[in-house]
Structure formats: structure tokens, C-alpha cells
């Protein structure tokens, strides 16, 4: 039996959150008003992933999923206000 194969809608899932993973840590990692985009543009991104599961998203994780948000929209400030 040969192996099964997986649809390409998951395999391009896991390749949009491995590149939001990698653009966030480089959002970390650079300083200034540029990290502070990337962070922005992360911040963008799990906005539009909530809004698509949010109907699917059990009541107790709504909340963390908008501290999250919200966390990297602070981070984001913090990077184009260069206190960090």
C-alpha cells in the first residue's frame, strides 16, 4: 500500500505558521522601527488566523488568544518607540 498523502492545504498551513514563527523571532531580533514592523505585520496575521477560527475556538480560549494579540502589539509600540 502506498503511503498516503497529505492535502496541500495542510502543508501550506504549516508552512504560514512556520513563516510567521520565523518573521516573529526576527521581529525580536531586530532592533528598532523594523523589528517593530515585522512585530506589526505577526500581530496582523494572528488577527486574521482569530478572526477565521474564532466561531471554532472554545470560549476559554478566546481570551489568550487576544493576550497574545495583544502582547505582540505592545512588543510592536515598544520596537518603533525604541525602549526595546
Known amino acids: 500500500m502506498p503511503p498516503r498523502r497529505r492535502p496541500a ?4 498551513a504549516i508552512l504560514l505558521v512556520v513563516g510567521v514563527g520565523v518573521v516573529f523571532l526576527l521581529g525580536l531580533a531586530i532592533h528598532g522601527p523594523v523589528g ?3 512585530l ?3 500581530a496582523a496575521v494572528l488577527v486574521q488566523f482569530t478572526r477565521g477560527a474564532w466561531t471554532h475556538v472554545r470560549n476559554e480560549g478566546k481570551p489568550l488568544r487576544l493576550l497574545v494579540v495583544a502582547a505582540v502589539v505592545v512588543l510592536a509600540a515598544l520596537k518603533l518607540l525604541g525602549q526595546i
Open 36 to 38: 517593530g514592523v515585522l
Open 40 to 42: 506589526l505585520l505577526v
Open 9 to 12: 492545504a495542510r502543508s501550506n
